[in-house]
């Protein structure tokens, strides 16, 4: 798992980018295709210090809360907004 910290100069232009993938991509496909055409610049952060879970199944959503379990449950995000 990384964590990215994206300029708030380059924002729009990522945005754009996310905007621009299929359905079916993954996060990171829009900021491949942001550095390749825009030349966007992405700073990594180290977060091995702190618990991580990256959720991408339910079965990922149910180690996330097990792991929170003291800070309460996290719930899955609606297809749709209410």
Do not use: W
């Not at 295709?33 to 149910?62: C, K, M, N, W």
């Amino acid at each position: 798992m990384g964590i990215n910290h994206v300029s708030s100069a380059d924002k729009p232009v990522l945005v754009d980018h996310l905007a621009a993938c299929a359905d079916q991509d993954y996060f990171e496909h829009g900021i491949e295709t942001a550095i390749a055409s825009a030349g966007l610049r992405f700073r990594p952060r180290d977060i091995s210090r702190f618990p991580a879970v990256e959720v991408d199944f339910e079965t990922d959503l149910q180690r996330a809360n097990e792991l929170f379990a003291a800070r309460g449950h996290l719930h899955p995000v609606a297809d749709e907004p209410a």
